[in-house]
């Protein structure tokens, strides 16, 4: 009894942490209910087009609408575009393997075998994941047409079916969203950061003027610190912006979250404010609304010379920290120009071509990743054909969709696949069988179901990637339980199998990516933390090339691989939660450590892009040579200290002792010596623009280095 008494308060507590974690998730914010309008009419649509003219796989398409709808037109637009391809293409190769292997059993499993490598490398291996997870996705929805007893004209017109509905379902949902579009009058990544910022500047506001936060404001900014700016990211990573604004966008975002994670633990900190604190609380908030309206009204918000840290506040220990954010915000966002107004790249040429393939073609980790989904699902397939079991198909489609290169990752996909399939399948879809379709006897009874079942699932798929997966998984096990046939489901056995396939492709792929070669989150993680630092020092050291345009070429194409790398971490971050071992303390602590050094690394990214301006010697920008020189040794002393750090990251996760060389000295002579050079060879106010940014970094740069060897020692 005694340990029965125990154990009950921690379940109190993770019951209480569970509840709060929903409601916070499942809370509204700025554009939620246009984003899950938008999906319900299109959802709706297709279904009534469905279940009217009898189209087959029209749960499929109905579901799409869920994963297509985007916060902005031009993403949806990109994102059908790249769906349709990849559909065409599995269409393609189905189709072309019934002409050639459907006669000979040997050759037709070899077949499909080598279409589930081909999704699952294509996953791995190419940049856009839309398009290669849509091949793998219509070869796994349409592999039961192999086995069946029907004419090969059938399977061709089912295979060309299932083409052309969930084209359909594409032109459905971009139709949808210009629509709305033409109601819409808002920038969703814009007003996401403004959103933040005004909570921000309204808590400082009553702390200026002497005043109690209000409860009000204190909830708004818990909200915005728990489900953090994943949003916006995502809002960031569909949009088609130019690379330059989406990095330093990418950079303001990181800086804002995190002002938004001080500000929420303030009030925690403040005790009686001081009068001198007051008057520096009011000049933060003066500088957040001048990043506010400067960013809803177009413009780049002048960088304050303010910007170096003031003393520490006895009253309000994070003051320092706030002031520190919003400097870097400032110096983000300040003279920012695309190097694309200097000398455009190229549509063609090698950089575009990079940006198709993650790494090398053949890259043994691609090959690694393509085996292990191939062989998971080849025994689903192999599993429902030797029960004579088709039903259960939905195993393949869960091994695809599932898939992630990373054990934290794919688990947590799995989990919220398996709960969303429970809830929607045993839940709403037998639910509703019992008890609400043997009174409905037309298609606007069901209709309003139907709207019911989406719109709850469409809330959830909102959310932040902690709970959005869930969301999905709901509606498609509803739609597969009361679409696929055009009648209302009167066996429960529909239900039973869907949810059945779904365990089936769970375990196959906790069989198969848990035990060969994963690769855990947390030491994935701490990797690609390594790789952003080397990414940064060789940023430092600028391109090689004397051929301006081919050195800004190449500038992309490294700013690219960065930015990547910083998304990687951030979603390697998340996995990490999903992970349980002996390690497991460990990476919990390295991963708080990143999510609090990345947004500074991602500022430091920003004002090295400035600073290759001046190494680039683009218009505007040229410096003497006496200048250059020093600034080049600065670049160089600064890419080892780099360098350095990520060495000792590195040895310190293989367990090998580090002896660090002081670096910080000699970067402190190398930016006198620019500093120096800069105001002898320069005008004065062009030699204290190059001073302030070289000053930035070097703070910045020092700082990161100092705070990571300090909290990364040696073994």
Not at 216 to 241: C, F, K, V, Y
């Amino acid at each position: 009894m005694a340990s029965i008494a125990q154990a009950l308060p921690g379940l109190h507590a993770r019951t209480a942490w569970f509840w709060e974690f929903l409601k916070k998730e499942l809370a509204p914010y700025r554009g939620r209910t246009a984003l899950v309008t938008r999906i319900v009419v299109a959802s709706t649509l297709l279904m009534v087009l469905t279940m009217t003219f009898r189209l087959p796989y029209g749960a499929y398409a109905a579901v799409f609408a869920l994963t297509l709808s985007r916060d902005s037109l031009e993403a949806t637009a990109s994102a059908v575009r790249m769906i349709a391809i990849g559909f065409l293409l599995a269409g393609a190769y189905v189709i072309l393997g019934l002409m050639v292997a459907l006669a000979d059993p040997a050759l037709r499993f070899l077949w499909i075998t080598a279409g589930f490598f081909g999704g699952f490398w294509a996953m791995s291996a190419l940049r856009n994941y839309a398009a290669s997870a849509r091949f793998g996705y219509l070869i796994a929805i349409t592999v039961t047409l192999w086995d069946r007893h029907t004419s090969p004209a059938l399977k061709v017109e089912n295979t060309l079916w299932a083409v052309g509905v969930i084209t359909l379902a594409s032109i459905v949902t971009l139709l949808v969203e210009i629509l709305f579009s033409g109601f819409k009058r808002s920038n969703e990544l814009i007003d996401g950061i403004a959103e933040r910022l005004d909570s921000v500047e309204e808590l400082l506001t009553h702390y200026a003027t002497g005043e109690r936060p209000d409860a009000t404001i204190q909830t708004t900014l818990a909200r915005l610190a728990t489900t953090g700016a994943s949003r916006i990211r995502l809002i960031l990573r569909r949009s088609d912006l130019d690379p330059q604004y989406a990095a330093e966008m990418g950079a303001v975002v990181a800086l804002t979250r995190r002002l938004v994670d001080l500000a929420a633990n303030l009030p925690y900190f403040s005790g009686r404010v001081s009068p001198s604190d007051r008057e520096r609380i009011g000049s933060i908030a003066s500088r957040i609304r001048q990043i506010r309206e400067a960013l809803t009204g177009g413009s780049v918000p002048r960088l304050s010379a303010a910007t170096a840290a003031s003393a520490i506040s006895s009253s309000l220990p994070l003051l320092g920290e706030l002031e520190q954010t919003v400097s870097l915000i400032l110096q983000t966002l300040a003279g920012s120009k695309s190097l694309l107004v200097f000398a455009p790249v190229a549509d063609t040429g090698p950089g575009r071509a990079r940006s198709f393939i993650t790494g090398k073609l053949l890259d043994p980790e691609h090959l690694k990743f393509g085996l292990r989904g191939c062989l998971a699902a080849t025994s689903c397939y192999v599993i429902f054909n030797a029960l004579f079991w088709p039903e259960i198909s939905t195993s393949v489609t869960t091994c695809f969709v599932t898939a992630l290169t990373t054990i934290g990752g794919s688990r947590q996909k799995q989990i919220l696949r398996f709960a969303g399939a429970i809830v929607g399948g045993f839940g709403i879809g037998i639910g509703s069988q019992i008890f609400i379709l043997p009174y409905i006897d037309s298609i606007a009874g069901f209709t309003v179901l139907y709207v019911v079942a989406i719109a709850s699932a469409a809330w959830f798929a909102t959310s932040s990637p902690r709970l959005s997966y869930f969301g999905v998984q709901l509606a498609v096990a509803f739609c597969l339980i009361n679409l696929l046939e055009f009648k209302f489901q009167t066996s429960l056995a529909v239900a039973r199998d869907r949810v059945v396939g779904v365990l089936l492709g769970l375990f196959m792929m906790w069989l198969f990516f848990d035990h060969l070669w994963s690769t855990p989150a947390g030491l994935e993680m701490k990797r690609t933390f390594v790789s952003a630092l080397r990414l940064l020092a060789k940023l430092a050291r600028g391109p090689v090339s004397n051929d301006l345009r081919k050195a800004i070429e190449d500038s992309y194409a490294l700013r690219d691989e960065i930015n990547a790398t910083f998304d990687r971490a951030h979603s390697l971050a998340d996995g990490v939660l999903f992970e349980f071992g002996p390690s497991r303390s460990s990476d919990l602590e390295f991963r708080d450590r990143i999510r609090r050094w990345q947004p500074r690394l991602r500022a430091l990214f920003l004002m090295r892009i400035a600073l290759l301006k001046y190494r680039l010697q683009a218009p505007g920008f040229e410096l003497p040579d006496a200048v250059r020189v020093r600034q080049e040794a600065y670049d160089d002393a600064s890419a080892r200290l780099l360098e350095e750090t990520a060495d000792r990251v590195e040895k310190q996760l293989a367990g090998i002792a580090t002896e660090a060389e002081d670096l910080h000295q000699l970067l402190n002579r190398r930016l006198q010596d620019a500093d120096a050079e800069a105001f002898r060879g320069l005008p004065v106010t062009q030699a204290e623009s190059f001073a302030t940014l070289l000053h930035g970094i070097d703070s910045l740069t020092d700082s990161l280095a100092t705070e990571i060897a300090t909290e990364v020692p040696g073994p």
